[in-house]
T-cell receptor, first 115, second 113 residues
């Protein structure tokens, strides 16, 4: 079946612009996660959704970052007033539930470059 | 807080060589431990996992044993193949927030024919 998909695969923007990154989870998965992977680093947690609500947004670096999941499926990560330091690969993952035994399945990521 | 330390790369081996990638962790409680792999141009994939002390995870010839006494989860494979060339990430999920994965920095493995 279809895995987690993310669009766009690459996004180049200018400093100060607004961007939206989209994630389509595996059908039926109630849990959705966003991670950010900077060059040479492992992924870092940003936010976790259970259904439509953000159960934990403690990893969002500041208030320029926001994510939604209005119907409990597709999620959009929104970044306002982008900065060069926001350049990274943004990964989305989904799992059946949010429990400790649930495997997280990752999408291919969106590479964001802020010029 | 939770953290994962894995051996620095890159690691370059010849085909059929023995592989070890070290991973140690710091976590509250009793975490679950994972190895993820990222092949070139692909997303992260779960390679194996272990959820309690002394458990051994295994998949595709790779193994790792959850060692609570040394807080380690080293990845091993007896005979690597060119197709194993990838970036390997050690990760944990702790009981306090058991939905959140904490990753190491990753180790790039290149296997030459």
């Amino acid at each position: 079946g279809a895995g987690v998909s993310q669009t766009p695969s690459n996004k180049v923007t200018e400093k100060g612009k607004y961007v939206e990154l989209r994630c389509d989870p595996i059908s039926g998965h109630t849990a959705l996660y966003w991670y950010r992977q900077s060059l040479g680093q492992g992924p870092e947690f940003l936010i976790y959704f259970q259904g439509t609500g953000a159960a934990d947004d403690s990893g969002l670096p500041n208030d320029r970052f926001f994510a939604v999941r209005p119907e409990g499926s597709v999620s959009t990560l929104k970044i306002q007033r982008t900065e060069r330091g926001d350049s990274a690969v943004y990964l989305c993952a989904s799992s059946w539930g949010g429990g400790a035994t649930d495997t997280q399945y990752f999408g291919p990521g969106t590479r964001l470059t802020v010029l | 807080g939770d953290s994962v330390t894995q051996m620095e790369g890159p690691v370059t081996l010849s085909e059929e060589a023995f592989l070890t990638i070290n991973c140690t962790y710091t976590a509250t409680g009793y975490p679950s431990l994972f190895w993820y792999v990222q092949y070139p141009g692909e997303g992260l994939q779960l390679l194996l996992k272990a959820t309690k002390a002394d458990d051994k995870g295994s998949n595709k010839g790779f193994e790792a044993t959850y060692r609570k006494e040394t807080t380690s989860f080293h990845l091993e494979k007896g005979s690597v193949q060119v197709s194993d060339s990838a970036v390997y990430f050690c990760a944990l999920r702790s009981g306090g927030s058991n939905y959140k994965l904490t990753f190491g920095k990753g180790t790039l493995l290149t296997v030459n024919p």
